[in-house]
């Protein structure tokens, strides 16, 4: 059984920093996708930043900021966030690739269906 647990959000001020953690279990945490979405308010969740195939993918309003990266001893993902603005405030979830039929959504290579619950970003300017 996959589970995804999420920490590590706050609320800090524009120019601040914070790191997301994500204790995996449950998966082959070396060779199965993983990576990071976010739900603002009246807003459709979407991708930021994985791990897949080819490497590490970020949409372009993180890139320069955000860091994603695994510590494969502890299987912990990591998001590193540098320079928060106010519009990076949402939740942020972990998540892990699953068979595209299971449903889920598609981030560059990966299909992602297995989710975390959550942890809240919030970022005051």
């Known amino acids: 059984q996959v589970q995804l647990s999420e920490s590590g959000g706050g609320s800090v001020e524009a120019g601040g920093s914070l790191r997301l953690s994500c204790a995996a279990s449950?998966?082959?945490?070396?060779?199965?996708?993983m990576g990071w979405f976010r739900q603002a308010p009246g807003k459709e969740r979407e991708a930021v930043a994985s791990?897949?195939?080819?490497?590490?993918r970020y949409i372009d309003s993180v890139k320069g900021r955000f860091t994603i990266s695994k510590d494969y001893a502890k299987k912990i993902l990591y998001l590193q966030m540098n320079s928060l603005k106010p519009e990076d405030t949402a939740m942020y979830y972990c998540?892990?690739?699953?068979?595209?039929?299971?449903?889920?959504?598609?981030?560059?290579?990966?299909?992602?269906?297995?989710w975390g619950q959550g942890t809240q970003v919030s970022v005051t300017s």
């Open positions: 998540a892990a690739d699953r068979d595209q039929y299971a449903g889920g959504t598609w981030f560059g290579l990966c299909h992602f269906g297995y």
């Open positions: 449950g998966l082959d945490f070396g060779t199965t996708c």
């Open positions: 791990f897949d195939a080819d490497g590490t």
